[in-house]
């Protein structure tokens, strides 16, 4: 595959680095793990920065801008490169020759949808878990930023090499199901005539009509008047496959398809569980003990010791041992949770899960599960994160937004699709890190304006695609021809445009999708400004209708920078819009 030119760059890098620990300037050893290249904060330094120097110079008993003299010695001879200064303490600027940013131009022109596309991921399967809303109702805005967060992290794991599973765990073995069965009872009653009031603790939604009324005319009145241990089992399990049904439709809106659906019960049902807990008892990893009582208060009235089965977590950092289970004998929600983690690390090399903000509290005791369900036997442990994520808040015209066709008490997600689109969606949820809080409103994500990520970013692809519809009218393509006549903004264009490879690998490496929407903002800008010139200055417009060779040139540019949105576009489930 061409090498990009970051790619290239650290090759260069490290064959000088390499060289100098042959001299004997660097221990053999030598690691190059955290050495960097990256553009200079001030781009009036250069072109590149590395901080090779000031890495290395620690454990090689050198001082930084020595080691850096000997590096920037080197450097400077290689071809395409102007220049090698230091800077401060002994970071390295280089400043490129024109022609190394042209040849990078050419490489997003010949690579296409596959610029930027990367083996870091070495083909380890990554899971991740991400939306696992309680199948008791449609997808509301509180399962929105989560899943568009898991999706586009999907995206831009495989889009650097790795293989993605996204699993969806149903939570269909708890109380809230069972709830779920009574109130679909209740519909199905309401569906053979009778009049019923929904009390306080049922889910109220009219969603369950239709289930109630499928129920009604399958089963006629078999179970109106039937106890509840005759129907539940049946209910439960009809409710919870058609809110599933109802739950892939809103995600499919959204553009989320799962390639898995793991479901709790059959977890538990399968002695999945019990293997789990077994497995680390075997292991010395769960033993049966007291918990302490409640710290820093009085215990209840009602509380007493019991002896529970007890996860040995605090030799992973927790701060107590956890129970696995209740003093009934059923599991706890971090038991099953346990055993559901040690059934995905069977089929993954990583484990990413996104989870509400309001789970924070339980991070640190799964993490520790983790690390001791994939450590044992002296392994190393399977890298797992868990990705937290705050709510959204609707606004529009200013104030909370509330509106609910058919939910009962909350905000579909598929009701502000309908409003505002796919695209609009997902890229606004990706305009903040995930663990800050976000405003999501209707007013701003319609404007046109650059203070509405979303536009701006589809504006500048659609500006180029305009662009080159006008010049095909005119009988101009694209051309490399003559792209030595691009001048010093151009190239400051396909600088931005070079960064997107390593923008992938550091946004895959850090599992932060987020930072795509961030670079393709910052790309839009470039264009925009570039385009702007345009409009005082005829002669730095795209097409100068005068000069074909010069348009061809820069046309050949704008594509380049066209396929770049599109492609990060692309890793994020966005389409990249050809007008507006």
């Avoid at 977590?313 to 971090?334: A, C, H, L, M, V």
């Avoid at 795209?542 to 396929?563: C, K, M, N, P, S």
């Amino acid at each position: 595959m061409t090498k990009t030119l970051y790619a290239a760059h650290t090759a260069l890098i490290e064959s000088v680095l390499t060289d100098l620990v042959a001299e004997g300037t660097l221990p053999a050893g030598t690691s190059f793990a955290n050495v960097t290249l990256e553009p200079p904060r001030d781009p009036s330094h250069g072109d590149l920065a590395t901080n090779a120097a000031m890495v290395l110079a620690k454990p090689a008993g050198l001082n930084p801008r020595a080691l850096a003299e000997a590096i920037t010695a080197k450097l400077a001879a290689q071809p395409g490169i102007v220049s090698a200064d230091i800077a401060g303490p002994g970071f390295i600027n280089l400043r490129l020759a024109p022609e190394a940013w042209l040849a990078e131009l050419r490489a997003i022109a010949s690579l296409g949808a596959d610029y930027g596309r990367s083996q870091m991921g070495g083909g380890a399967t990554v899971n991740i878990e991400y939306v696992s809303a309680n199948p008791t109702g449609p997808m509301h805005m509180g399962h929105c930023r989560g899943a568009v967060v898991g999706d586009a992290l999907a995206g831009l794991l495989e889009f650097a090499g790795h293989r993605v599973i996204k699993e969806y765990y149903v939570n269909d073995a708890g109380a809230q199901v069972d709830v779920l069965a009574r109130s679909v009872h209740l519909r199905y009653r309401e569906a053979l005539g009778e009049t019923v009031t929904i009390p306080e603790g049922l889910y109220p939604g009219e969603y369950l009509k239709p289930v109630g009324e499928a129920l009604a005319a399958e089963f006629g009145d078999q179970y109106a008047a039937a106890p509840e241990d005759e129907w539940l089992i049946l209910f439960r399990t009809r409710a919870v496959a058609a809110m599933m049904d109802m739950i892939r439709e809103d995600l499919a809106t959204l553009g989320i398809r799962h390639d898995l659906f793991s479901s709790e019960a059959e977890l538990q049902a399968s002695g999945k569980v019990d293997a789990a807990e077994q497995w680390l008892r075997d292991h010395d990893l769960v033993y049966d003990g007291v918990l302490e009582a409640p710290k820093g208060k009085a215990p209840p009235e009602d509380w007493e010791p019991v002896q529970l089965p007890l996860f040995r977590s605090t030799r992973f950092g927790d701060d107590q041992d956890r129970p696995i289970k209740k003093s009934n004998g059923s599991w706890t929600y971090f038991g099953a949770d346990l055993a559901y983690h040690f059934q995905k690390a069977q089929t993954a090399d990583a484990l990413v899960d996104i989870w509400g903000a309001d789970h924070a509290g339980t991070v640190k005791r799964i993490k520790a599960a983790v690390a001791a369900l994939t450590s044992a036997d002296g392994a190393a442990p399977k890298p797992f994160e868990v990705k937290l994520v705050q709510m959204v808040q609707l606004m529009k015209g200013g104030q909370p937004f509330k509106m609910s066709k058919r939910a009962g008490n909350f905000v579909t997600l598929a009701d502000v699709v309908e409003m505002v689109g796919k695209d609009v969606v997902r890229f606004t949820m990706l305009t903040r890190k995930p663990d800050a809080q976000m405003d999501f409103d209707f007013d701003k994500v319609v404007e046109a304006s650059k203070d509405n990520p979303v536009f701006y970013v589809q504006y500048a692809h659609a500006r180029i695609r305009s662009s080159l519809r006008k010049a095909a009218d005119m009988g101009i393509t694209p051309s490399d021809a003559a792209l030595d006549r691009l001048g010093a903004e151009e190239l400051a264009l396909i600088a931005r445009a070079a960064q997107f490879p390593r923008e992938i690998e550091a946004a895959a490496r850090a599992r932060e999708p987020h930072r795509i929407a961030f670079y393709l903002y910052d790309l839009a800008g470039d264009l925009h400004s570039y385009w702007n010139l345009g409009n005082d200055r005829p002669e730095k417009r795209f097409i100068v209708e005068q000069d074909a060779e010069l348009t061809a040139a820069r046309l050949f540019l704008a594509a380049a920078i066209g396929q770049v949105i599109r492609g990060g576009l692309g890793v994020l489930g966005v389409e990249a819009v050809e007008s507006m």
